[in-house]
């Protein structure tokens, strides 16, 4: 079992609906959890930061957080075209300071 | 503030050569990570700095070393590069490491391409 896991995609929206992001991790000690957006050919640019069950709202991004089942996603509501790009998960492993990455979610919002 | 800067932006080597890569981390920031990330993969953590000294190594052959300065900048060495070494360089800042919750910003990377 990979320690960070995201669903491979690619993924697809039409403009204007909401793109939900998946993420399952395989260390119950976790503490902190990062979403990177990266374009192509770009490097990883921190989204969001959550710490705490539960949901955090910044503008059209919603992470939410569940410890107990081992998940993060990201929402992106109202999507656009500018959003599409390979979403990438980071975890703290247990009390590791280095991130742990999935393989990223690529996706594409049509417009 | 200037955010994290990297040079050189792209190299291109031969097998067996050496390369040095370079970061400068965000200003008042004391810590640098290294990750590699070969395309279609998330990054990997190599090498993470605080105050010059080494806080955490990946699962890196030893051809890979890194130093950081009194200035906080660093550098990321590989020597006899193979093609798989292939790969988008990144380099992370960190204000104040030992917390897990510290974010890392990332810098622009550097490409290396092995021939």
């Known amino acids: 079992q990979k320690e960070v896991e995201q669903n491979s995609g690619p993924l697809s929206v039409p403009e204007g609906a909401i793109a939900s992001l998946n993420c399952t991790y395989s260390?119950?000690?976790?503490?902190?959890f990062f979403w990177y957006r990266q374009y192509s050919g770009k490097s990883p640019e921190l989204i969001m930061s959550i710490y705490s069950n539960g949901d955090k709202e910044d503008g059209r991004f919603t992470a939410q957080l569940n410890k107990a089942s081992q998940y993060v996603s990201l929402l992106i509501r109202d999507s656009q075209p500018s959003d599409s790009a390979t979403y990438l998960c980071?975890?703290?492993?247990?009390?590791?300071?280095?991130?742990?990455f999935g393989s990223g979610t690529q996706l594409t919002v049509l417009p | 503030d200037a955010g994290v800067t990297q040079s050189p932006t792209h190299l291109i080597k031969t097998r067996g050569q050496q390369v040095t890569l370079r970061c400068s981390p965000i200003s008042g920031h004391k810590s640098v990570s290294w990750y590699q990330q070969v395309l279609g993969q998330g990054p990997q953590f190599i090498f993470q700095y605080y105050e010059k000294e080494e806080r955490g190594r990946g699962n890196f052959p030893d051809r890979f070393s890194a130093r950081q300065f009194p200035n906080y900048s660093s550098e990321l060495n590989v020597n006899a590069l193979l093609l798989g070494d292939s790969a988008l360089y990144l380099c992370a800042s960190i204000k104040t490491p030992g917390l897990a919750a510290e974010t890392q910003y990332f810098g622009p990377g550097t490409r290396l391409l092995v021939l």
């Open positions: 260390d119950r000690g976790s503490q902190s």
């Open positions: 980071a975890v703290n492993i247990g009390s590791a300071r280095q991130l742990t």
